[in-house]
C-alpha cells in the first residue's frame, strides 16, 4: 500500500490541489461557492458550501505572508498608482443586512512599467484606509484626486500627488456625448498627448527617453489645452457637462502636470482599473462578500492570483506549489522564493 500523501490541513481531507483549485475557481474563474458544491455533486462528491469556505479561509490564511511581502513590493515601487471599485458585504447588523465595502487596487511601477500589483478590503470609503494601508510612502502617488487622501498628502511634502489623463478625457468625452461639441477641441489635443505615448512605447524609449519626447512633443499641447481650458470655463453655463469637465481639469491642474516631468510617471491610472476588472466580474457572480474579514481574504487571494498572472504563471500550478511547500514547513527565511516573480514550477521538493 502506498504511503499516505501529506495533507496540508491535519486530519482534513482536502490536498493542496484541492485548495488551489477552489480557491483559483472562486477569484480566478468567479465560481462562487455554492456553484462549486453543484460541480462537485456531478463528480458524486458532497462537499458542503461551509466546507469550502473553511478551505478559502485557510488558503487566504497560509498565503497571508506572501501577500504581505508582494505589498512591501507594491509600497516601495517608483510611481504607485490607487484606485477603489464597492463590493457588497454581508452585515447581519444592519436591516436589509447588506453594506458597501470597498475593494482598493495598487499598482508599483518601476521605469514607467507595471511591475507589481496588490489589493487591500476596507469596510467604508473613508480616506483612514488606504492611508494606513500606505503608511510612510513617499514619492510619486497616481490616483483620480480623491478627496479622502487630501490630508494625507498635506502630511508630507515628499508625497506627490499625480494626476490621471484618462478621467479628464472621460469627462471631455461625457460633455460631446452630451452634444456639446466644443469638447472636441479639447479631446483632439489630448489625443495628441496620447500619440507622444504611443511612440514613446513603439521606439522602446527609456523613461528619461521618454520624458525628454514628452518635453519636445506633449508640453506645446499641453500648454495650449491650458490657454483653451481658461477660454471655455469663462463662457460655459455653470449647469454644463462641459464645464464640469473644464473645471475638474483645472482643479487637477497641477497633479496632471507631474507626467511631463518624469518619464517613469504615465500619463494615467488606467493600468490600476484595468486591475479592478477582476473584481467587477466577481462579484457579478459571487455577489457579496460573507463579512469584512471575507473582504479582506478576497484582497489577499486577489493579490495573489493577480501576483502569479503579471508574473506569467499558470495561478492553479503557481498556488498549489506554494500551499504545498508552506503546509510542509517552508522556512520564513527562504520565503522570497516562493513570491511570483521568484517562484520556480520545477522545484516541487519541500526544503530539507
Known amino acids: ?16 490541489g484541492l485548495l488551489a483549485q477552489v480557491a483559483v475557481a472562486k477569484f480566478e474563474d468567479h465560481l462562487p461557492l455554492y456553484r462549486q458544491v453543484e460541480q462537485f455533486k456531478r463528480q458524486g462528491v458532497t462537499l458542503p458550501r461551509s466546507t469550502l469556505g473553511s478551505w478559502v479561509t485557510y488558503v487566504a490564511n497560509i498565503m497571508t505572508p506572501i501577500f504581505q511581502k508582494i505589498v512591501e513590493q507594491v509600497l516601495a515601487a517608483d510611481v504607485l498608482g490607487v484606485d477603489d471599485t464597492t463590493i457588497k458585504v454581508q452585515d447581519r447588523s444592519k436591516k436589509p443586512a447588506i453594506k458597501r465595502g470597498h475593494i482598493w487596487s495598487y499598482v508599483g511601477y518601476k521605469d514607467g512599467v507595471l511591475m507589481s500589483v496588490c489589493y ?9 484606509g488606504p492611508r494606513e494601508f500606505m503608511g510612510e510612502r513617499v514619492g510619486f502617488i497616481q490616483g483620480d484626486g480623491y478627496k479622502g487622501l487630501d490630508e494625507f498628502f498635506k502630511e508630507n511634502l515628499e508625497r506627490i500627488r499625480v494626476g490621471c489623463w484618462a478621467h479628464v478625457r472621460r469627462k471631455f468625452k461625457d460633455a460631446l456625448n452630451g452634444k456639446e461639441l466644443r469638447a472636441a477641441k479639447a479631446l483632439k489635443l489630448i489625443g495628441r498627448m496620447y500619440q507622444v505615448e504611443r511612440i514613446a512605447t513603439d521606439r522602446g524609449l527609456s523613461a528619461p527617453e521618454r520624458q525628454k519626447l514628452r518635453d519636445e512633443l506633449a508640453r506645446p499641447t499641453v500648454l495650449k489645452l491650458k490657454r483653451w481650458l481658461a477660454v471655455e470655463y469663462a463662457r460655459c453655463r455653470p449647469s454644463s457637462l462641459l464645464f464640469a469637465a473644464c473645471r475638474y481639469a483645472i482643479n487637477q491642474w497641477a497633479t496632471l502636470m507631474h507626467y511631463l516631468d518624469d518619464g517613469r510617471v504615465p500619463i494615467d491610472n488606467n493600468q490600476v482599473e484595468n486591475r479592478m476588472r477582476p473584481v467587477a466580474v466577481g462579484r457579478k457572480n459571487w455577489l457579496f462578500a460573507g463579512s469584512d ?9 486577489l493579490t495573489v492570483l493577480a501576483s502569479a498572472k503579471l508574473a506569467g504563471h499558470d495561478r492553479f500550478a503557481y498556488l498549489r506549489s506554494v500551499i504545498g511547500r508552506i503546509s510542509r514547513g517552508w522556512p520564513q527565511s527562504r520565503l522570497d522564493e516562493l513570491l511570483p516573480m521568484n517562484w520556480q514550477p520545477d522545484a516541487d521538493a519541500a526544503p530539507g
Open 1 to 16: 500500500i502506498a504511503p499516505v500523501v501529506d495533507k496540508p490541513i491535519e486530519g482534513g481531507r482536502p490536498t493542496e
Open 120 to 128: 487591500d478590503y476596507t469596510p467604508t470609503w473613508e480616506g483612514t
Open 293 to 301: 474579514a471575507g473582504g479582506q481574504r478576497a484582497a489577499i487571494l
